[in-house]
């Protein structure tokens, strides 16, 4: 375990830990954890895929609620003709 210099106030860190214990800079770039700064465009987008994503869903799973009621419709009819033929 080594240390190196913080590119930001020259402390001394270990080269395990992502971000400077004494200014919080990241100490190496390629290990920044993904909480930091660039997080919030994606939100946005992830917010309106969200959206999108329960449309498309509900587009897909009504039609088959529908046929599952449609389904049962008729299992209940086949039963009521068969209970009335006897
Ligand atoms: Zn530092």
């Given amino acids: ?18 971000t400077c214990p004494s200014c919080g800079s990241p100490v190496n770039g390629n290990r920044v954890p993904p ?9 946005v987008n992830a917010g309106l895929l969200g959206k999108v994503a329960a ?19 008729g299992i209940v009819m086949l039963g009521v003709m068969f209970m009335s033929a006897r």
Avoid: D, H, K, Y
């Fill in 35 to 43: 909480a930091a700064g660039s997080a919030r465009e994606p939100m």
């Fill in 1 to 18: 375990m080594a240390l190196i210099p913080c590119p930001e106030c020259g402390n001394q860190v270990s080269t395990q830990a992502v």
């Fill in 55 to 73: 449309v498309v869903g509900a587009w897909l799973v009504v039609p088959w609620i529908v046929r599952l009621l449609a389904f049962i419709a």
